[in-house]
């Protein structure tokens, strides 16, 4: 048998709680972390105390809340999947996450603009350059790079290895933990730590969701709902988090007895924007679904639920259940399809990796949450959601699909492994 | 899921904008002939900054430029994207792949995206009478955000337009590791099609900081070099006068492809992309390893990576940021990886000649160091006229050398930490 990677670790940090378990519970009452807010509603992260998360007071100038979040997560899937440092260097450890846009704070740059002005109170450049920029922080620039939190997180937990950041989607996430995988498989590094991040939510985040025209505004009847699949859907909802995992091959889990119920089988990705709407085409998504499948060597029957991108756009829903019926074709066995964006939001570069973890939580458990609040399914989407209550069902495997609204589509399968003694 | 097989993955098209040219052939003949594309900015670019020259793209090829993606240009054309299309598209034409038409899931993408353009007008148009800014105002009105803002360019826009010009509708990843992305992003293309997840993959990076915010950037960093040298001799990788690094623009890809993808459509081959490492300092975010060792480590992983002995590498294209900490911390990482052999090397900084592209900097030199085991030439360093005791290899200084290059190690390391090195052969 050829050799596995599983997943022996897992930090999440979102609206609904800042552990695995917290979430879990939340998910399965059917919580919803999504709260009402002035122009969209959004599901924030709150509470996260970063004193406790041994931030140099150096450094603490320059970290964002995606930092804190990610640092949590990282943090949480390096110490749960217990790994004795006496027997694995810095250098075979790796990392890799999506990481979402960084946006400035207008307070940041605000005493610049104001110095950079002249009397008419249009912007001088000559003022900017000779005095106005300095108003700006010398760490500031630091803050705007997304991989500078992903290096504070890896100083702290002392990581040296193979490693990189992708941007800023879903789809990114999805690509780290696939890229981990395969570090491990191709024996790059002992254990990797992979999954994502989403970007703060603020006026300029909230801004570039209206521009790209996907966000459910305060206006519509269910504006505080993001409703995925539903016939009152209007668009998505940002929301803030985290998800992390700590991988490593299934022998060498097995070996040092770290628990894990969940392996990492297969991947596909692909681009293909909808020109038509901001969100990848029918295409696009079904290509890296069957991607997914023929890197597993499973057949469409296999899988027994789809955890959707699901990210409540007109569109993107229509495009990716279309997608599902196309790889799923009829008369076969159609899977159940859940999304997390309900009870969560939109975590963009934090989505795919939570959807993962929560993935792994449903495989153990052999349940799947309902989605989040009322809820009433657009009959003309031909997928079958799991909807008022949670389901008890045999999860065997798992497709993950997440998302760009730019055209980059991922899917990812997780199956069920079971622990040596088990076999 | 596929893995452990390795495919070979060979270079078959290169394409380049940058502040020597938009051509391939006369970027290679000017970096051979040691000249520099760093010019003194225009006074409406630059005005009173401290920073007062750049590798800037001139602006006919600017205008070429957008003339070509005017579809994707949209008013003003955000320089970071439109680079990204022109030197992908000049690759995949260099590489003779169909520029446009069908569908191609077997084809890909991986790209370094910079960082965008932070604009203060941004800020500046919705203050109210007492300076604030207006929230409210502001996001009634976010259509009325700047074309090439931050706000509404996401990262991986470019890499989804390449994709849609030019059909390439599988794999797509953006990379975003600050100066290390561009190598990176040549190193995760490299392992997409040496693992069968793509046949071919246009990789590479691209930038532009050259606006108000961008030019200040790395002054509040300390990093930039704010002497008022001659602006062709401001950057002097290595020189015991060095004085910080300067900034260019544009962007480098290269078609990455699978051996016999290539070989049965009868491409000509560059070379062979043998091997990459990356590691990370877990230092600090705000300096280099004093003594290289992340470097030292990514370096040491291309060459496992390979399987190839450091003997064997007869160039390296350096990091050479022309900074006081880089330079001196490349060069012990050199040492500590090569040893004896480190003396035999030729070491030269693509930089000196055409700046720092940052995100998109491993994208040109990755050319460079194509051309130069391609070709037997190496480009120089320019402006090393004095010798700094802690810079103590052959950097090549200020003329070409002809020499024959079997192996060339390509260096890019990031501010955070992160470091990558990339290894091309001879093929064949």
Redesign the interface.
Known sequence: MSESVVITGAGITTSLGHTVSDVWAALLSGRSGIKKADCSAVAPVSGLDPTGLGIHPRDARIMGKHTHMLIKASQDAYTSACIDRAEVSPEDIGFYAGMGMIDYSVDDLLPCVLKSLCGDGAIDYDRFFASGYREIHPLWPLSMLNNISFCQAAIGLNIRGENTVFSPHADSGLIAIAEGVRTILENRARIVLAGGVSEVISPLSLARGNYFNILATASGTSAAACSPFGVNRQGTLLGEGSGITSLELRSHADARGALYSTMITGFGIACHRDVQASCPSVYGISTAMQQALRSAERLPQDIDLIIAHGDGTLAGDRNEAEAIQAVFAEGQRQPNVYSSKAALGNLLAGAGAVDIILGACMIEHGTVPPVAGAYSHDSGLKVTMIKDRPESMKLQRIMINALSYEGQCSSLIIEAANQEGDR | ????QKRRVVVTGLGLATSLGLELDENWQAVLAGKSGIRRLSHEK?????VQAAGQVVDADWNKIRDTFEKEAGHEGERRTLFALWAAGSALRDAGLPETGS?H?RY??SLA?G?GV?R??D??RW?DTG?N?D??R??RE??R?ADDS???N????P??LI??RFG???????????CASAT?AL??GF?AVQ?G?ADMIVAGGADSMIN??G????????AASVASDEPSSLCRPFDRKRSGLVMGEGAGFAVLEEESHAVNRGARIYAEVSGY??????????APHPKGA?AE?SMK?ALL?CGISAGHIDYINAHGTSTKLNDAAETLAIKNVFGEAARGLAVSSSKSMIGHLLAASGGPEFVFTVMSVNQDQIHPTINLHNPDPKCDLDYVPNEKRLKTVRAALSNSF?????NSSIIVNKYG
């Not at chain 2, 630059?46 to 401290?50: D, I, L, N």
């Not at chain 2, 390439?168 to 600050?178: D, Q, R, V």
């Not at chain 2, 490492?277 to 705000?286: C, E, F, I, L, R």
């Not at chain 2, 990031?414 to 992160?418: D, E, T, Y």
């Open positions: 899921m596929l893995s452990g630059a005005g009173k900054s401290p569908r899931a890909g993408v995206a960082l932070n203060i007008e800020i500046h203050l300076r800014f929230y409210t502001f996001s976010y259509s955000i931050i706000i509404r996401n990262s991986n826009r890499a989804a994709a849609e390439l509708n599988g794999f797509n990843s953006t990379i975003t590791t600050a990176q190193g995760i392992r693992r997840d108000p915010v030019l200040i950037f790395f002054v509040l960093l300390g490492g990356s590691s990370m300092d877990a230092y600090q975010v705000t992340g480590v992983r990576d990031g501010f955070g930490g992160q």
